[in-house]
């Protein structure tokens, strides 16, 4: 059972971090919270509980991927691609894991479980014909993105299942994962090198270059430090001065995307990336210092009268 395993991704569950973020604004934000012991087994269930949803999505798409993925470099050597799999086994593990992530959504409230399901139905847009998102020219960075600011909500309705998280954070975070899968998808057509084979391993490579790629990128990471700047200033002035370290990270990712055989086309193994880990702690510590200290002098950039001279 080992090939059938290793389709799952386990390796790619610490994506599922990205549900941190909403629980810590939520834990911010919101008066009413829950009691700690209710918080901490929600935050196991929760975890598991999308680990077996992005897993199930995982399953279906190296499955379905199969014809593609022979193109590709070092894809063409999955177990999958040299059909060394059940095709009936991958249908029933995709089935087993859909029914253990939405067991354990339901534990954790009705509006996670409803969480768990878009997230799975995403899925199924990305990876199934004949919507198949992920052979469409942008639609593929934006459909497969969405899944961030799903967990963003997931993280939040842990702490509060009768709000939703304000619309800017929402979308400064869906354009922050629009960035980063630009940036690897931009990765990966600069490490092919060949525009014809490129289409042939990813559909939506033939309506791209690596100049719109980049370009791209760049668009969503303004369009996210900008929908992330109006949240951070409106809820706390202060952290308008995580703002350039936001700008110094994205910056960083890009700069990592020239490397030969960057890492940033495999997100699950960014951790092992010194500088960057280094750089997010720094970024982490700055914000929560600036939750509880204040700095009167920065109220001056929500002051609406004029300043006279004289």
């Not at 177990?79 to 253990?100: E, F, H």
Request: aromatic letters at 16%; proline letters at 4%.
């Amino acid at each position: 059972m080992k090939k059938y395993i290793k389709i799952m991704r386990l390796d790619h569950w610490i994506k599922q971090l990205f549900i941190v973020p909403g629980i810590i604004f939520a834990f911010i934000l919101v008066p009413d919270k829950p009691s700690v012991s209710s918080i901490v087994i929600n935050v196991i269930f929760g975890f598991l509980a999308t680990c077996m949803i992005a897993s199930a999505n995982y399953v279906i798409n190296e499955w379905l991927d199969a014809e593609f993925d022979k193109y590709h470099p070092t894809k063409k050597n999955r177990q999958v691609v040299s059909q060394d799999v059940n095709g009936k086994i991958v249908w029933a593990l995709w089935i087993v894991l859909t029914a253990i992530g939405f067991v354990l959504g339901y534990f954790v409230g009705k509006v996670f479980l409803l969480l768990e399901i878009w997230l799975w139905v995403m899925g199924i847009l990305y990876n199934v014909k004949p919507i198949r998102t992920k052979d469409v020219f942008i639609l593929d960075v934006l459909s497969e993105s969405v899944n961030n600011a799903i967990r963003l909500m997931m993280g939040w309705s842990i702490i509060s299942a009768d709000t939703i998280p304000p619309s800017s954070i929402i979308l400064g975070y869906w354009m922050a994962g629009a960035f980063l899968m630009a940036i690897k998808r931009f990765a990966e057509y600069r490490m092919i090198g060949n525009p014809e084979l490129a289409g042939k391993y990813r559909k939506s490579f033939e309506k791209y270059s690596e100049k719109s790629l980049f370009v791209s990128a760049f668009f969503y990471a303004m369009c996210s430090v900008f929908f992330l700047g109006v949240f951070l200033i409106k809820y706390r002035i202060e952290f308008l001065l995580l703002i350039p370290a936001l700008i110094g990270l994205f910056c960083y990712y890009l700069w990592l995307s020239f490397k030969e055989n960057s890492v940033v086309q495999k997100p699950e193994a960014l951790f092992r990336e010194k500088g960057l880990m280094i750089y997010c702690a720094v970024f982490v510590l700055l914000f929560v210092l600036l939750v509880y200290f204040d700095i009167p002098f920065l109220k001056i950039f929500t002051d609406n009268e004029l300043i006279k001279l004289g």
